[in-house]
Structures are given as structure tokens and as C-alpha cells.
Nanobody, 128 residues
Framework: QVPLMESGGGSVQPGGSLRLSCVRS????????TGWFRQAPGKEREGVAA???????IHGESVKGRFTISQDNAKNTVYLQMNNLKPEDTATYYC??????????????????????WGQGTQVNVSA
């Protein structure tokens, strides 16, 4: 069973919306962060949003006001609601988890390095 499984990607026109889901198949002990990251061809992986197990969240500057991270702990699922999508949002989107550092999930956000468990990604394409 895959520890993290993303879904919800697809192709949309600019201005459209998608909701990505990340299902954790295992219970994570202790405080932790779940992050959404994206990587476009030829570019580095970048942080989009992160949330801790208590619901504290952070969003990247490029997606603030358009994307919202949320979670349903009963379903072991983290979501990324993406509205007003732009062509530059085209990328493979990954979710990942890590133990929450003392400074919170935003301490070293948006760097992907500290995250140690990754899903396989879901593709998002935004074009007219």
C-alpha cells in the first residue's frame, strides 16, 4: 500500500478550479506537517502550501488567495483547493509529510528537503 496517494489532477482552462487530494494510508505518530509541492519541467520543486496536524497552515506567495490547503483527519486526507488557475500553475503536484519541527511547518517552508515521505504526484495542466 502506497503511504501517500495523490489524486484530482487534470486539465482545465485558465480561471478554472481543481481540488487535489492526498490520502495517507498510515497513521503518523507525533506532530507532523503535510505539504503540497509542485514541479514544472526544467524547474525546481517548490512548496505550495503546508499544514500541521493541528490545522495551522501556510501558503506560498504565488498561490495566496487562490489555493487553500485543508485536511480531514478522520479520513486521513489533506486537500488542496485550487481556484483561478493560471497557465504557470501547470506542474506535477506532490504531497509529502515530515515530523513537525519545533518552529512549526512554516519554519523552513517552502523548502522540500526536510520532507521525507512523498507521493507519486498528480499532473495539473492549465491551458486555453
Amino acid at each position: 500500500q502506497v503511504p501517500l496517494m495523490e489524486s484530482g489532477g487534470g486539465s482545465v482552462q485558465p480561471g478554472g478550479s481543481l481540488r487535489l487530494s492526498c490520502v495517507r494510508s498510515e497513521i503518523i505518530a507525533g506532530p507532523y506537517c503535510t505539504g503540497w509541492f509542485r514541479q514544472a519541467p526544467g524547474k525546481e520543486r517548490e512548496g505550495v502550501a503546508a499544514i500541521d496536524n493541528r490545522g495551522n497552515m501556510i501558503h506560498g506567495e504565488s498561490v495566496k488567495g487562490r489555493f487553500t490547503i485543508s485536511q480531514d483527519n478522520a479520513k486521513n486526507t489533506v486537500y488542496l483547493q485550487m481556484n483561478n488557475l493560471k497557465p504557470e500553475d501547470t506542474a506535477t503536484y506532490y504531497c509529502a509529510t515530515r515530523p513537525r519541527p519545533a518552529g512549526g511547518c512554516w519554519y523552513d517552508f517552502p523548502h522540500p528537503g526536510p520532507y521525507n515521505l512523498w507521493g507519486q504526484g498528480t499532473q495539473v495542466n492549465v491551458s486555453a
